[in-house]
């Protein structure tokens, strides 16, 4: 029963309609961070959902790019580095933390978060990390599930071409 069992979880991991593919299905949840124009793109459905302003690395190398899987997501998330608990006003990291994979890390380490710096947002700020208002990431944080993949680019496509390009749009 094992050795029947063993192909065909081993296709299934390695399917697309696993969470952790190489790319989004189309129809499925994906998010855009075009570090060129400071923005983020909410595709779902097939199509463009919502564009909002985030800041990013204060230089091109601190926000990393490629394709990325959501891996963590935190409600009043706790600032290790200046050990600050969730929900304290000088909390950097706002109302909520949406982790992603990228250069390897666990989720937990690059990130699109909320900030207690509001007149941040559409700059290049961070220390790797996506900034956005906490209204913002907060509407956001439900509509992200788990395993959603995330580009992160430089680029002066549409967000409408990326999604296409990447197979979140049909």
Request: hydrophobic share 35%.
């Amino acid at each position: 029963m094992i050795k029947l069992l063993s192909p065909i979880l081993i296709s299934f991991f390695i399917s697309p309609l696993w969470p952790l593919g190489l790319n989004p299905m189309p129809g499925d949840p994906f998010v855009i961070i075009n570090k060129t124009k400071n923005e983020l793109a909410f595709i779902n459905e097939n199509k463009v959902q919502t564009v909002v302003s985030v800041g990013t690395g204060k230089t091109q190398e601190l926000t990393p790019e490629g394709l990325f899987t959501i891996t963590v997501k935190a409600k009043d998330p706790y600032f290790r580095r200046g050990n600050i608990p969730g929900g304290d006003p000088k909390n950097p990291l706002g109302a909520r933390w949406i982790g992603f994979d990228a250069l390897g890390t666990d989720g937990r380490t690059y990130g699109i978060h909320g900030t207690n710096q509001p007149a941040s947002i559409g700059r290049y700020v961070s220390q790797g990390c996506i900034r956005s208002q906490n209204e913002v990431i907060s509407s956001l944080f439900p509509l992200i599930p788990l395993g959603t993949k995330i580009l992160v680019i430089s680029s002066k496509k549409s967000f409408e071409n990326l999604a296409h390009e990447n197979g979140a749009i049909k």
